[in-house]
């Protein structure tokens, strides 16, 4: 049969002008009949049987009669008539009982054919050897949604159908009127216009003559099967498109993949086999995987197999063509009603590009950007694989010691081209099984494996310092390169990886706090450090949770004693350990670059207060505020100044800003600059701690501050020491020359006030006089409200 594009438009109907409405009352067996009995009386009853049966009566008859006649013909006339009569009697009988007999025979052909008639499905017409339709048989009529068998009666049978179609009736139609039986497959429309699908026999029949007298069609609706082929035909098209089209291998195999029923076109793009060698060979593909993942692959199998269990197992191969494919299969048993596995139906894919890409992905994601080093998971993942394995090693915590500084001198290009450097020069120092990693800006980690003992470490660390102020050093205009190296043991310090790089922190820490360019060993911290560790990590989130106060000294005018001035000066408010020194704090704070934001903070609560002094009357009383080198560097500071005072509507003249010597001599010319854009804000610059940094009084000259504080040092010699109380005294003639004011800090003693008194020194400062306290404190000192006479001494504390 051949496929039919669906669906057909609707075929002209030779009958649906001849359309009888009428009902009829006979049923439909009796129509049966009705077209049996045609069907019989026409071309068997009347033709074959009676003619047959009655030539057999008659030679029977005359052929006894014969016999006899020439048996007796001696005999007498009457005998002979008598005999012939009773040989013709006889005979009748015969011919009656074959009669009787052929007619019964008859009735019984006529009732099987008329149960066989209503029995079959199919269409049955008789048609005329001109094609026309004599008769339809009543199902067949139903079958052609008439309303009855007249309806189709006289309608030329060849009408019904169109195109292909009629012409394989009209062949059909020529082989039966030729004497031949011919069937074909067509379809025609219903007189309801519908199209159905038939497979159609006609049969010639044949009078006695031995010419075609009309021809039996038997035409059988086929019309479910034929959509039902259709149907599956599509979606067999659809898969085979799809399984051609698809990168992916659709198979079934046998419960334990020792045959294989199918597997789809797109093996051949993915294992480079044909369909065809699989099904001769069903292992043929294994063979292509790649010997370390064919044992894990076959355990899937052997497990898919037997706990009936669905399964996936990615694997690489090795194609037939040579290049190796990363694959996916997955594998789901299908059984049958007693829960037996019949088959296991899969697809297997290709995922070589995601391979590719979550390779790359996962190098992104453990590999340094600018460095090309491992990163902090990268070495966090290898420091776990160890400690799991139980593997001894060593992990060396490495920090660039002021690299802050050096990023700011340097500039980032540069700063980030010295990272390179350092990672290029430790990766050369150490050994290949080495993992060496970048954490985050200038903290790196190397691990060192095996059973190292400490003193092979120690030289280790050493040569590594050694090689960072050697050669990086000389690759780059930095004024020094130096790191703190920080070392700990598995398993003497840690047997997981986060104690470990604990450990190392904080002996990198201890390495700083020791003088920095060293290193230590994790058992070599001691309590103090672990402390101020401790603080550090907590310093990130102090300034958020308002844990930054600030306390204020006094700054006195040495023969009255009246407060001309306040320092400010920031404590931390540590949840757990109290108030917590600058001392602690602010190297921390440097070295992050929190300085910046803490230092905008106590400029702007510092101005705060000093508003609020102001206003309540003391509207000469300054602040002092101490600025560090790292915030001298930061741009935004002379703005941050600038609007603070705005803000809190102080007069410039009234803020002095306090740089350490060292502070300023990190970088001298941009230290300058800022002072400068200070000094146009009109804010008094002071030189603090004088004469424990680079004590050259040709910054004096240079930076032309306003204020010397001289260190509290200097002070706590005064009087004891006479070279101490000679360079007091040069320090304040020298400034008093040039135009600055002197302020002494640390005052303790009556002493060292008067001898400060004597040298001619502008300020005094110091416990002696007021000790730094909150701002509600210190407005209750005596000494405090500048109307206080001299004479007054603290009685403040913190
Ligand atoms: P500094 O600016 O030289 O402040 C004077 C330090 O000497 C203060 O220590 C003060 O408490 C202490 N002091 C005052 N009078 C006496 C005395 O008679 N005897 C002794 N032994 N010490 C006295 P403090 O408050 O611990 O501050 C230490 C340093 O921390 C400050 O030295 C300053 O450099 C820094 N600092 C304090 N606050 C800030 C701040 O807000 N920003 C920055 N960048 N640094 C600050
Ligand atoms: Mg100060
Ligand atoms: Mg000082």
């Known amino acids: 049969m051949r496929p039919k594009a669906a669906p057909c438009p609707k075929k002209p109907n030779p009958l649906e002008s001849q359309v009888d409405n009428d009902a009829h009352a006979n049923g439909w067996s009796a129509r049966n009949q009705q077209f049996l009995s045609y069907f019989l009386s026409r071309f068997g009853q009347r033709r074959t049987i009676p003619v047959t049966s009655v030539l057999i009566a008659i030679s029977a008859g005359v052929g006894i009669g014969a016999v006899v006649h020439h048996a007796v013909s001696e005999a007498a006339m009457t005998v002979r008539l008598v005999l012939s009569m009773v040989a013709g009697v006889a005979g009748l009988a015969v011919v009656r009982r074959k009669l009787a ?87 025609c429309a219903t007189t309801k216009g519908r199209i159905k699908w038939w497979n159609s026999t006609l049969t010639p029949v044949t009078g006695d003559d031995g010419a075609v007298a009309a021809l039996l069609c038997a035409s059988e609706d086929v019309t479910q099967q034929s959509e039902l082929l259709k149907t599956l035909r599509e979606r067999d098209e659809l898969m085979h498109e799809m399984e051609l089209h698809v990168r992916l291998v659709f198979y079934s195999y046998s419960s334990h ?75 789901y048993p299908v059984c049958d009603s007693s829960a037996n596995v019949v088959r296991i139906v899969g697809v297997s894919e290709d995922i070589t590009l995601e391979q590719e890409r979550l390779a790359a992905l996962e190098h992104l994601a453990h590999t340094d950007g600018l460095t090309g080093l491992a990163n902090r998971s990268a070495l966090i993942r290898h420091m776990k694989t160890l400690c799991r394995q139980n593997v001894a090693f060593a992990l060396m915590f490495v920090d660039l010691d002021r690299f802050k500084v050096l990023n700011d001198t340097l500039g980032h290009t540069a700063a980030d081209r010295l990272l390179q450097d350092i990672a290029r020069v430790i ?40 090689l960072f102020s050697s050669d990086v050093r000389k690759d780059h205009a930095a004024p020094f390169v130096t790191a703190s190296i920080g070392i700990s043991i598995f398993p003497e310090h840690g047997r997981e990886h986060d104690a470990l790089l ?79 020194a600058p001392g602690s704090f602010i190297p921390i704070l440097e070295e992050s670059g929190f300085i910046v934001e803490v230092g905008a903070w106590v400029v702007d609560a510092a101005l705060a207060q000093l508003a609020v002094w102001q206003a309540a009357g003391s509207k000469e009383l300054s602040m002092s505020v101490n600025v560090s080198a790292r915030q001298l560097r930061d741009d935004a500071l002379v703005a ?87 360079i007091v005294r040069g320090i304040i003639q020298m400034s008093h020359e040039l135009g600055i004011e002197v302020t002494a800090e640390g005052v303790e003693t009556n002493q060292q006030l008067h001898a400060l008194r004597d040298a001619g020194c502008d300020y005094v400062q110091g416990y002696f006089l007021t000790k730094p306290t909150n701002a509600g404190n210190l407005v209750h000192c005596e000494s405090f409200a500048p109307a206080f006479a001299a004479g007054a001494t603290s009685s403040c504390s913190d």
């Open 427 to 466: 990766q050369g120092a150490l050994p290949p099984d080495a993992c060496v990693a970048r954490l985050g800006g200038d903290e790196f980690a190397v691990i060192v494996k095996g059973d190292s003992d400490k003193v092979s470490l120690a030289t280790l660390a050493q040569s590594l310092l050694n």
């Open 257 to 331: 993949f020792e045959r294989c029923h199918h597997v789809s076109a797109g093996v051949e793009s993915v294992f480079g086999l044909t369909p065809e060698e699989l099904s001769n060979r069903p292992s043929a593909w294994l063979e292509l995987v790649v010997p370390e993942d064919l044992e894990p692959l076959l355990a899937e199998m052997r497990r898919i197999a037997t706990e009936v269990a669905e399964g996936r197992c990615e694997y690489r191969i090795r194609r037939p063509d040579g290049c190796v494919r990363w694959i996916r299969s997955t594998a």
């Open 502 to 580: 604990t450990s190392a922190d904080i002996a990198m820490y201890a390495a700083k706090k020791g003088g920095r360019n060293g290193f230590r060993f994790a058992d070599e911290a001691s309590s103090d450090v672990l402390g101020d560790f401790e603080l550090e990590r907590n310093l990130p989130t102090a300034l958020a949770s308002n844990q930054f106060v600030l306390h204020f000294q006094g700054i006195h005018e040495p023969a009255s004693l009246a407060v001309k001035g306040v320092e400010a000066l920031v404590r931390w408010n540590h949840p757990a350990r109290g108030l917590v």
């Open 640 to 726: 941050i100044v600038d609007q603070a005072l705005r803000k809190h509507r102080v007069p410039p003249r009234c803020l002095q800003i306090e740089l350490t010597e060292s502070a300023l001599m990190e970088n001298p010319t941009l230290a300058q600059a800022t002072l400068m854009a200070l000094k146009r804000v009109g804010v008094r610059i002071a030189i603090d701690d004088f004469g424990t940094g680079y004590s050259s009084l040709r910054y004096l000259a240079d930076f032309s501050p306003d204020i010397v504080k001289i260190d509290l040092s200097f002070t706590a010699r005064l009087g004891r020491d006479a070279a101490a109380t000679s």
């Open 101 to 187: 007999f052929d007619y019964a025979q008859q009735s019984a052909a006529t009732a099987l054919a008329g149960g066989l008639l209503h029995a079959n499905r199919d269409c049955l017409k008789v048609l005329a050897t001109d094609g026309k339709m004599l008769r339809v048989s009543e199902h067949g009529a139903m079958l052609m949604e008439a309303e009855s068998p007249e309806q189709l009666a006289g309608a030329d049978w060849l009408d019904f159908w169109t195109g292909e179609d009629r012409t394989a009736a009209e062949q059909a139609l020529a082989g039966a009127l030729s004497g031949k039986s011919a069937s074909f497959t067509g379809s």
